[in-house]
């Protein structure tokens, strides 16, 4: 089994603006591999389990400990993207219930031996992630490297209370904030 199953992770809030400046800079400057619309369910239990449909395919996923932590273990299983309400539907007659939904477009770039995410959220906001697959012995050597990769590109890490602030706003609202 792969040893580097920890995901480490710096983001933050941009604006629409400082979206569109770095959206430019990696197309300059790394390379795409993919921009994406998404569809995620996030399930009301004790783990944190998603489903997602995206352009390319479904999948299912489970993150261990909680939602904005720097590193966490990641167990990944993806499926034909037909298959996204037949999962949606398994999940909800097992019983979980629907906690959020959200529509995403991303830009996934590849750059320094990173992913650089970039997210433009219907009701949330555009965010800014670098991500590494790491090992649990060297994760948190990986996320300041990522923090430091931030502020090089002029972005302000977002401080971790904001993002659960602004994810509470969200889960209390999404409905309303995600009406098409």
């Not at 996934?108 to 650089?116: H, L, N, P, Q, Y």
């Not at 697959?133 to 090089?152: D, G, P």
Request: charged letters at 45%; one cysteine or more.
């Amino acid at each position: 089994m792969n040893d580097k199953n920890i995901e480490a992770e710096a983001r933050s809030f941009i604006s629409e603006e400082k979206y569109f400046e770095l959206l430019s800079f990696f197309k300059e400057n790394a390379k795409l591999l993919k921009e994406d619309n998404q569809e995620t369910l996030y399930f009301d239990c004790e783990q944190d389990l998603r489903i997602q449909k995206n352009d390319f395919y479904a999948k299912v996923w489970l993150k261990s400990g909680k939602v904005h932590d720097d590193s966490r273990e990641e167990l990944e299983v993806k499926a034909d993207k037909e298959d996204y309400e037949l999962l949606e539907k398994i999940f909800l007659k097992i019983g979980f219930k629907v906690d959020i939904k959200w529509y995403r477009k991303r830009s996934e770039f590849s750059w320094k031996g990173m992913t650089a995410c970039l997210d433009c959220t219907q009701g949330y906001g555009h965010i800014i992630e670098l991500e590494e697959m790491t090992s649990e012995s060297e994760k948190e050597i990986v996320h300041e490297k990522l923090e430091r990769e931030l502020k090089k590109l002029g972005v302000d890490l977002t401080p971790r209370e904001e993002f659960e602030k602004r994810y509470k706003e969200y889960k209390k609202n999404w409905r309303e904030l995600t009406r098409r």
